[in-house]
């Protein structure tokens, strides 16, 4: 059930209207919700809805138990790790067999070492990334004695289970979800409008402009057997960068509508990333329940920047090294994020020569254009599907001539649409959001109306959000 379809939009619309009129009531709107997610997820694959099941059971367990034992008795510290060592092992080994072992850990090991180990031939499950992430953040952080556990099954089925975010993020932490739940939601026109505008912009991304980037643009240049100039590869590689944050900024949005249609608030997950002056900004700005994420529970617990400037780096270089292959078992996108960790690197060595800035708008410009093609660089590796197909990108860019490419009309579009609402000034974007929130009812059914057609008019064909893979 993909967040562009009409079927989503039927099961949203159905939703919303069963859960304001059982709002009052609070064990009903659970329930309504709970079993709402799961027949979501299951409609991808009803098999797959035991392995939420067996994350929520595991981690609510684990997080009772923890809660349990005193933090300040050294006596209890064993029993307190081999608990969250539970959680760890039961989260992490469903990755490591859905996502990792016939991909990664079984062709590594016989290549490595002869070993022959059997297929398993078994489908990734979708959003498995995410919720074991979601999941374990939980039970850390009681263990860390900075949360208290969920009061019930219920509550805490709920959090793993959401609908609008189980997918593909934003990764949502208990101590924000929670709390919502113990008060009794309430929905003004204002905050309908909120949703109803994320939908419509998250939707507009993704269709309007991902969707024909990817099939007009960037699939086509990164073919082996592509022809295209260097020019045209230069604009595949632009294309798949906006390709990519239109369409899982897109998604995100819609996740947030979607949550503010039933009163609750989940993170921003980006913020204008292509804006950022370095590569430590972009990573504030770019997917950001995933970096802070790998901040809290991995960068830090290493060490991060308190062992010394060595380690700072080795802490660095390995986050967004096992960054990288959370997004797939595969060595190019290890090497994606070992770009990031050296560049980070890099940046912080700048940083701390006090090298600092080039000053004035020209340098602010300079920095945004070289942050940028160095994102772009790395984005070769992350889309190609391994190094040879990356390399082969890389040769054309240079090899291949910079006659003007014939584009489709749409196309050029979609380039200038992502270019341009991707940087247009954040006063201008909240102008836009604040007068669509102020139109009355009428105006906003009618200019949906001519979104629905616009959108249809628009397809062509479609692709599945790319996170739905990880």
Known sequence: MNFDSSKYGYFLVVVFC??????????VRFLLLLAASWFFYASWKFLYLGLIVFSTLLDYWVGGALYKLDREDESLRTRRRLLLLCSLVGNLGLLAVFKYYDVFIRTNIEGLFGVELPFLGVALPVGISFYTFQTLSYTI?????????????????LFVAF????????????????PQLDKRPSLTPEQLN?????IMVGLAKKVIIADVLALGLVTPVFDPTS????????????????????DFSGYSDIAIGSALLLGFRIPENFNAPYLARSIQDFWRRW????????????????????????????NLALTMLL?????????HFVAWGGLHGLWLGVNRWWDRHQHGRLPGRLGHAVAILITFHMVCFAWVFFRARDFGEAANVLDRLFSSGWAVPELKYSVWFALA????????????????RAGYVALPALAIGGGWAVFLGLLKYCAVGGTPFIYFQF
């Not at 952080?141 to 089925?157: C, H, Q, S, V, W």
């Not at 609908?163 to 929670?178: E, T, Y």
């Not at 960054?323 to 060595?331: E, K, N, P, R, V």
């Not at 609402?421 to 006063?427: D, M, R, S, V, Y």
């Open 18 to 27: 069963l859960f304001w009129a059982v709002a009052r009531f609070r064990d």
């Open 141 to 157: 952080d009681i263990y860390r004695g900075t949360l208290k556990p969920a009061r019930n099954m219920r509550e805490f089925a």
């Open 163 to 178: 609908f609008p975010q189980l997918v593909a993020g934003p990764i949502v932490r208990a101590a924000d979800f929670l």
């Open 194 to 198: 909120r949703g109803l505008y994320r």
């Open 227 to 246: 022809k295209a100039t260097g020019l045209e590869v230069l604009l595949g590689i632009y294309g798949y960068a906006l390709r990519i944050y239109c």
């Open 287 to 314: 997917h950001i329940s995933l970096s802070t994420w790998l901040r809290d529970y991995l960068y830090i617990p290493l060490g991060g920047n308190r062992k010394g400037t060595r380690r700072t780096y080795i």
């Open 323 to 331: 960054g990288g292959l959370w997004h797939g078992a595969a060595w």
């Open 417 to 432: 649409a992502g270019f341009v609402t991707h940087f247009l000034p954040k006063a201008i974007k909240e102008k836009l």
